[in-house]
């Protein structure tokens, strides 16, 4: 006993200098929010709290990992970031939506956040500063493209300021105790699509509501009788349901791309990632000449998704992810290159990437 409790002393000693450093650390990011607000600076710098917890991973000797020091100093930079500033954020609602979860991931829970109804009232709502920032759903593994969330991006003048990759573990949930009883089932379309098989088996000849969103669908089902709703977890907590089964989605490695959209742009921050959109001059092979710079230029791209201009029939505007900052050598050279082949161009934002 005289041992363990010399190490718990130990562990006491330090646990004591670690809450030292983090006030002292605290002071300085009041000093540092005090001239961003003098400047018109942003308080929220995703690049710079990449730059932080990639030097510390370099520096690391264990036996912590590298997602541990993430876990922890992410929650460490929004306590600090509180100290500078209450950020406004929306995000696709109601209460408990996976993209709330993914926007309290990102900011931390002691903001100001507006749950909204749609995407595209998450986009207006930081394009007339209702709110500093947005979050959206861009991209699900297993249904792919969120094509409201690129079809904003036609409308609004915003960039793409940060992104996370989330895994989503989708739940039934009612307010009936059994899953036999369930007749009806609610949730959003992509939710509906990523859980077809648990459908199929569990849920045969339900009747399936399309509805704005999972958590909407559990604040519909709340007050339902023989109903369900595919959501998340959390949302059995905020509207009193119960939990008939989890973990129902198709896929096990399941994850939804959220990015944060605002009005400035970040600066490099070493590991990033870039999106732009852009329309084509109609002749042979000119989507095949636009892609060549970055094969040219040694740029890794990532995703290309096409859509309807809504101006012109059969005008597609493409949207393309790519490896790199828009403040890099090589990626100046090949926008240059495009950007003649092109009718119409977009920067979207280079941000910092995602694990």
């Known amino acids: 006993m005289n041992r363990l409790e010399k190490l718990r002393a130990t562990i006491n000693n330090i646990d004591t200098k670690i809450l030292k450093?983090?006030?002292?650390?605290?002071k300085?990011?009041?000093?540092i929010g005090k001239i961003k607000i003098s400047k018109g600076y942003n308080i929220y710098s995703p690049e710079r709290e990449k730059e932080i917890i990639e030097r510390l991973i370099k520096y690391n000797t264990g036996p912590i990992t590298e997602?541990?020091?993430k876990d922890i100093f992410s929650i460490i930079m929004q306590i600090c970031r509180y100290?500078?500033?209450t950020i406004t954020i929306s995000y696709l609602g109601p209460e408990g939506t996976f993209t709330h979860l993914a926007a309290l991931k990102i900011f931390g829970n002691r903001n100001n956040y507006i749950a909204k109804e749609t995407i595209g009232d998450v986009f207006y709502s930081v394009e007339k500063n209702e709110t500093e920032y947005g979050v959206v759903p861009v991209e699900n593994t297993t249904e792919g493209i969120v094509t409201h969330t690129?079809?904003?991006?036609?409308?609004c003048d915003l960039y793409i300021c940060g992104e996370l990759n989330m895994k989503i573990s989708h739940c039934i949930v009612s307010k009936e105790n059994s899953i036999n009883k369930i007749k009806?089932?609610?949730?959003?379309?992509q939710a509906i699509a990523q859980c077809k098989n648990f459908i199929n088996t569990k849920l045969q000849g339900a009747k399936i509501f399309e509805v704005s969103s999972t958590a909407e669908a559990s604040k519909i089902v709340k007050n339902k009788k023989y109903s369900?709703?595919?959501?998340?977890?959390?949302?059995?907590?905020?509207?009193?349901?119960?939990?008939l089964s989890k973990n129902i989605q198709d896929m096990e490695d399941n994850y939804t791309r959220f990015i944060v959209i605002g009005k400035h742009k970040v600066s490099n921050s070493g590991k990033d990632k870039?999106?732009?959109?852009f329309s084509l001059k109609d002749r042979v092979g000119i989507l095949h000449d636009a892609l060549s710079p970055f094969k040219k230029y040694n740029i890794n791209l990532t995703k290309i998704e096409s859509r309807p201009s809504k101006k012109r029939p059969w005008e597609y505007v493409f949207f393309v992810d790519f490896i790199g900052h828009i403040n890099d050598k090589n990626v100046k050279k090949s926008i240059t290159e495009l950007e003649n082949l092109c009718t119409y161009y977009k920067f979207l934002g280079s941000y910092p990437q995602a694990k």
């Not at 690129?150 to 409308?155: A, G, Q, T």
């Not at 595919?230 to 009193?240: D, L």
């Not at 870039?274 to 959109?277: E, G, L, N, V, W």
């Open 274 to 277: 870039t999106s732009i959109m």
């Open 83 to 85: 100290q500078q500033k």
């Open 28 to 31: 300085i990011v009041k000093k």
């Open 228 to 243: 369900a709703a595919i959501s998340a977890e959390i949302t059995a907590t905020i509207y009193n349901l119960n939990i």
């Open 150 to 155: 690129l079809d904003m991006f036609l409308e």
């Open 184 to 189: 009806y089932i609610y949730s959003h379309p």
């Open 21 to 26: 450093l983090i006030n002292r650390r605290a």
């Open 67 to 69: 997602d541990d020091i």
